[in-house]
């Protein structure tokens, strides 16, 4: 869930369209920023904890001078929130030098970790990405057949910017489970993970970067490298598609605004309720509680004022953290007393933001409040690069609805199915991971002990 960016000019600012750029992929990751430039080849990084706005500002800005750009908000799936793992990363192999970032999660990273190992490299972070950047920097040959050979040594979710070498880097995994486009902006090259990055540096769409497909971006334009076989049909991720992304970003084709009032419509039909408003939990139930409320005519309340200050709650590491953020984040208006209400949200994760809304809206003297999910249960881990590594973290994975309903005290709960979830999407079930719904998973997934994201951190600390 991190957002990755990159760019190409000779004759723009591209540090700032980098910033620009990332701003719009802030939802995707809210702990570290990061911008790489390259100038003739020569690498500089600035990265540091917080927000976009927070590690960059003017003066920074200036200072990073080149033609080419790569920028990385980290939302951590395996290594610590510290700054040893903010991206971009730099890694300097024997054979060159690589800075990168990577959105996605790999399921080999211990087994490379070890490899590299025992090949003489030195890992000074604990995240998965710098095993991409080490063999990237280590392999041999001219820089598109190392980035090749590195791709043939991952296992896992992987859409990568890199730099090194006076060339700018795009490549992603065979089943394309993270988003990864290419645009234009005049005569030069943009990457993003987003198509709404795009359009905030005034860049066009050109394509997606194929499942398997390396991009390599230089003074002589864009060549593209069929490096691995794409998986048959992908595996984009339909957590994506109903909370992951910008709901004015298109991601495989589908734009997800559409999709997710579709879904709302869906939900609406499968399980109806006599109520007097339709509340969003604000702002990724807000297109599916639209849908909702046109699909059965009764009236959409804002409801619940969120305070657009306070960070996704979903996004920070720390349980403490984020009930403290819940509390912060919203508050009821004074017209949700006296009425039923049903409150549309797009997915229940942990349960923890759910309950305080509701228990919120009764003591705001709701008199009944139906909770509907434009998603079917979460009940089984992502591998793949959304933080929730263990089942019992997940509300829905050893629980039945009514015991979620009891858990999280509404007066009644139902959840989109998994036909309906996908009809809306327009996608075929064939060309999306749905593991975290249905435990069914594309590739090999790590063994128990590997699984912890903080497993890096674990095996450096003393006996």
């Not at 980290?74 to 300097?92: C, E, F, I, K, M």
């Not at 990568?160 to 988003?179: I, N, Q, W």
Request: hydrophobic content about 40%.
């Amino acid at each position: 869930m991190c957002g990755v960016f990159g760019i190409r000019s000779v004759d723009r600012d591209v540090a700032r369209l980098a910033y620009f750029g990332l701003f719009a992929l802030q939802h995707r990751g809210q702990e570290s920023a990061g911008i790489a430039v390259s100038d003739q080849g020569r690498l500089t990084v600035l990265r540091d904890m917080g927000l976009v706005t927070q590690v960059f500002d003017e003066q920074k800005l200036r200072g990073l001078h080149g033609e080419l750009a790569i920028g990385h908000t980290r939302y951590s799936t395996t290594g610590s929130t510290d700054w040893a793992n903010a991206q971009p990363l730099v890694h300097h192999g024997r054979v060159r030098t690589v800075a990168l970032g990577h959105n996605g999660n790999l399921t080999n990273a211990a087994a490379l970790r070890d490899e590299l190992a025992a090949e003489g490299a030195r890992l000074s972070s604990t995240s998965d990405t710098e095993v991409i950047a080490a063999l990237l920097a280590g392999a041999e040959g001219p820089l598109e057949d190392a980035a090749a050979a590195a791709m043939r040594r991952l296992e896992g979710a992987y859409s990568v910017v890199a730099l090194s070498e006076g060339t700018l880097l795009a490549f992603r995994d065979p089943y394309g489970f993270r988003p990864l486009c290419v645009g234009r902006l005049g005569e030069d090259w943009v990457v993003a993970s987003e198509t709404c990055a795009l359009d905030l540096v005034g860049a066009t769409l050109e394509r997606e970067v194929a499942p398997g497909e390396l991009v390599l971006v230089d003074g002589d334009g864009l060549r593209s490298v069929a490096a691995l076989e794409p998986a048959e049909g992908g595996a984009l991720c339909i957590f994506e598609l109903f909370y992951l992304a910008r709901p004015d970003s298109h991601l495989s084709g589908v734009e997800v605004h559409g999709a997710r009032v579709r879904m709302g419509e869906r939900l609406a039909q499968e399980a109806p309720a006599e109520v007097d408003l339709v509340l969003p939990i604000p702002d990724s139930g807000t297109p599916a509680a639209i849908g909702f409320s046109r699909a059965l005519g009764i009236p959409f309340s804002e409801g619940l004022i969120k305070n657009r200050y306070v960070g996704r709650t979903f996004i920070q590491p720390d349980q403490g953290l984020r009930e403290q953020g819940i509390r912060l984040k919203f508050n009821p208006l004074a017209e949700v007393a006296g009425k039923r209400l049903v409150v549309v949200d797009d997915s229940i994760v942990r349960g923890s933001t759910t309950r305080q809304i509701v228990a919120m809206l009764f003591e705001a003297g709701a008199a009944e409040v139906h909770v509907r999910v434009s998603s079917p249960p979460i009940v089984s881990p992502c591998f793949y690069g959304i933080d929730f590594a263990a089942e019992d973290e997940l509300i829905a994975g050893r629980r039945s609805v009514e015991e979620i309903r009891a858990y999280i005290g509404a007066t009644t709960l139902a959840y989109l199915s998994l036909d309906g979830l996908q009809a809306s999407t327009r996608r075929p079930a064939s060309s999306c991971c749905r593991a975290c719904l249905t435990r069914e998973y594309p590739t090999r997934v790590p063994e128990e002990g590997a699984r912890a994201k903080l497993r890096f951190e674990l095996a450096r600390a003393p006996a």
